[in-house]
């Protein structure tokens, strides 16, 4: 990493005010429509909050969350409150946003209500079902590269996506995979794995999760502390999955239901709700956090778009920056599997900016080119 990097200050980040952004389109028309869809089937008290939230949206300015629900995430909204939702920071209104969803149904740290549950079954099913074609990758012995890549297409699976590209239409842009593998076959005490999306996204993750776990003692596997972005993960889901698994006619997908259960009950496996992953904090500068949620462990494998932006942190960076500026603070290794959909993103060449750009002008949001990428200690 040139000097001159190493004192570069950070980008600015990713705000709604920018004409043109994701961010701004997320505000206009994506976040509206996932609200439009939750109010079409909610239940009469519950519109009412919805449709003011979706009035809010509009006109109206940021409000105070209650403390505690969402781990420090009222706390990290304080500097915004009275701002109006057009002048926000990306990562933070997301989030706000969909606090603000879950408050809606009435949900507390006591009644932790998930409105994105069936959604999130359904996804599951589905992906359930799918392992009965998937003989090569269910095979316990698959090659490791071939489970990278296709925990990446497992990414398109994302439902808070205004489009979700087919697994064919997914071209990687970075293929670090036979790096990845050396890494990940080591030998190492502890990797951390970031869980992203129910459906394809969870299952492609358990495969590999099983794949790895010869290579390394222990694996802990991290998922959201509450329901966010409509498909990612919580713990509740998780254990439903799990039972899913045991109690499926499915061969493939039984015996991958044992396995993740036998590395859970001897340990191998460890299970962990992070609230740091449901405020807009980022981990590539902030050593004290990532200690905090990664402890020891060698290397972290951030799974999909909103993890790679908790790794990045939310901001405008050069997509030729040199990606090992990200480990300055970081304290490990970090592996990125993931479908692009938001335009933070490092580690390019400019021929390969240049030219994905010329392919597709919403080829950071479009979901249609992913990356396996080693940012290697
Ligand atoms: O983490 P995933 O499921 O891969 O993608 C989620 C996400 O990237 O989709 C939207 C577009 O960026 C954002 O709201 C969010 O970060």
Redesign the pocket.
């Known amino acids: 990493m040139s000097s001159s990097q190493q004192s570069k200050p950070s980008p600015s980040p990713l705000t709604t005010n920018e004409p043109g952004s994701?961010a701004a389109f997320?505000l206009e028309q994506?976040l509206p429509t996932i609200l439009d869809q939750l109010i079409q089937y909610a239940d009469t008290s519950v519109v009412h909050a919805l449709q003011q939230l979706a009035t809010e949206m509009q006109t109206g300015t940021i409000s105070a969350l209650p403390p505690a629900i969402f781990g420090t995430l009222d706390q990290a909204l304080q500097p915004y409150i009275g701002r109006n939702w057009a002048n926000m920071p990306?990562?933070t209104v997301?989030l706000y946003f969909y606090a603000r969803i879950l408050l809606a149904f009435g949900y507390t740290a006591i009644t932790p209500i998930d409105p994105f549950q069936t959604a999130k079954e359904a996804a599951n099913d589905q992906a359930i079902a799918a392992l009965a074609s998937q003989p090569e990758y269910c095979d316990p012995t698959c090659e490791i590269d071939k489970l990278l890549h296709r925990a990446v297409i497992g990414?398109t699976?994302?439902?808070?996506?205004h489009i979700m590209p087919t697994h064919e239409q997914v071209t990687l842009l970075i293929d670090e995979s036979e790096v990845a593998k050396k890494l990940l076959t080591t030998g190492m005490q502890r990797i951390d794995l970031v869980f992203?999306?129910a459906g394809a996204?969870i299952l492609t993750d358990l495969l590999l999760i099983r794949r790895i776990s010869p290579y390394c003692t222990h694996i802990v596997a991290h998922v959201r502390p509450y329901p966010m972005?409509i498909?990612?993960m919580t713990l509740v889901n998780m254990k439903a999955l799990l039972e899913k698994l045991l109690a499926s006619s499915i061969p493939a997908a039984r015996q991958l239901g044992q396995d993740i259960t036998q590395l859970l009950h001897q340990n191998k496996l460890i299970l962990r709700t992070s609230p740091a992953l449901g405020v807009p904090a980022n981990f590539y500068d902030n050593a004290a956090l990532t200690q905090a949620i990664f402890g020891n462990a060698e290397l972290v494998i951030f799974?999909?778009?909103?993890?790679?932006?908790f790794f990045a942190g939310d901001q405008r960076w050069l997509h030729t920056t040199e990606k090992n500026h990200l480990l300055q603070h970081f304290g490990r290794s970090a592996l990125c599997l993931?479908?692009i959909?938001?335009?933070v993103l490092v580690g390019l060449t400019s021929e390969i900016v240049d030219h994905t750009r010329t392919l597709r002008s919403d080829w950071l949001?479009c979901?249609c080119y992913g990356i396996i990428q080693v940012f290697a200690q």
């Not at 799974?303 to 932006?309: C, M, T, W």
């Open positions: 994701f997320s994506r990306f990562l997301e990414n699976a994302d439902l808070s996506q992203d999306n996204d972005f498909s990612d799974k999909g778009d909103l993890n790679y932006r993931r479908t959909k938001s335009e949001t979901g």
